[in-house]
């Protein structure tokens, strides 16, 4: 286990409550606001450049659909089990998508953040390493959470993004397991790979779990010990630990947390959002889903409960949170 010896707080894209996601911006604003991580998802273009987007068809994150020059770079594509019309990274070059802008990816719940549209470039995944390694002090080290998008996709479609991923962090020098770079995906073969490519000593690995029946079994006691045969801790939505009902009420606190420490996994849960719409209904405060409701309240849940860190859009909240926790004096 790698647990740390207090939670860490990972800016999510960044701090995406305050700045479009995935920009320069973004990830410093995280890393003003306490986070001692930062996450950027990782996509590949067409010539197996590592370039950070939300996901690979851009269209809900950059200026490409207002862009005439790739209006016929349009198509429809089958990416995992879900059919998108749009415009893919893996039919642009780097040069090409370096021409592109950051648009705010939720404009109606984060307004103020459009005022920010088009000012910022499209980040490579050595870059964001880059601005992490040039934010950090001795007393203060910054890391970065990548999370591999659809790497095995990737590979049957003739971008091998486990082998490009390999040989990035032997270039940056990030393969060691305390190295700058920690590795996380929802794709498990992917996640694999990577560690046979790397080796045991290579990078910290998470993997993602998702609150869809599909990933029931890597939450079961089977599925976090073959979780434990290549990566170092889970990274599961939050609803796994909290679940609600059909109306946004919890229900209960499961015990994920507890046997995943058993197997010797840390637990990093996502994602902690500070607007109504995505809190439990008693933490919400008003009607007006994109206001501001109380997450520090789902914030001391998750933290109570003894995660390791915390994945969120508003890392302020939860550096504030973990603050306040450190300050109460253990029971004997």
């Given amino acids: 286990m790698t647990r740390s010896p207090r939670p860490v707080i990972v800016g ?21 606001l306490g986070a001692d991580m930062i996450e950027p998802d990782v996509v590949v273009t067409r010539d197996g450049a590592l370039v950070v987007r939300h996901e690979n068809e851009l269209s809900r994150t950059t200026d490409i659909s207002v862009r005439p020059e790739f209006a016929d770079r349009r198509t429809t594509r089958r990416v995992g ?20 802008r950051a648009m705010e990816r939720m404009p109606d719940m984060r307004p103020l953040n459009t005022a920010y549209d088009r000012q910022f470039g499209i980040m490579t995944l050595a870059e964001v390493v880059e601005l992490a390694r040039r934010r950090s002090t001795p007393a203060r080290p910054i890391r970065v959470l990548a999370e591999l998008k659809k790497p095995s996709w990737s590979a049957e479609n003739g971008l091998p993004m486990a082998e490009l991923v390999a040989a990035e962090l032997r270039r940056l020098d990030a393969v060691s397991a305390d190295g700058t770079v920690i590795v996380q995906s929802f794709d498990a073969p992917g996640l694999r790979d990577l560690r046979a490519l790397l080796g045991d000593d290579g990078p910290t690995m998470f993997q993602l779990v998702d609150d869809v029946p599909e990933d029931d079994a890597l939450t079961t006691n089977a599925g976090l010990r073959g979780i434990s045969t290549y990566a170092q801790g889970i990274a599961p939505s939050r609803h796994r630990i909290l679940p ?8 209960e606190v499961t015990d994920l947390v507890a046997r995943a420490h058993r197997a010797g996994l840390s637990v990093v849960p996502w994602t902690l959002r500070a607007e109504n719409l995505f809190l439990p209904r008693h933490l919400q405060r008003g009607d007006d889903p994109s206001a501001l409701g109380d997450a520090a309240g789902e914030a001391r849940l998750l933290l109570g409960l003894g995660v390791d860190g915390l994945i969120t859009d508003h890392p302020e909240i939860a550096v504030a949170v973990r603050a306040e926790l450190s300050s109460v004096p253990a029971r004997v």
């Avoid at 089990?81 to 592109?100: C, P, Q, Y």
């Fill in 12 to 32: 999510h894209r960044g701090a995406p409550g305050y700045r479009p996601e995935h920009t320069a911006a973004s990830y410093e604003l995280a890393i003003d």
């Fill in 81 to 100: 089990d879900k059919e998108r019309t749009g415009w893919f990274a893996e039919d642009l070059t780097l040069a090409e998508i370096r021409t592109l």
């Fill in 244 to 251: 609600r009902d059909a109306e946004g009420y919890l229900t």
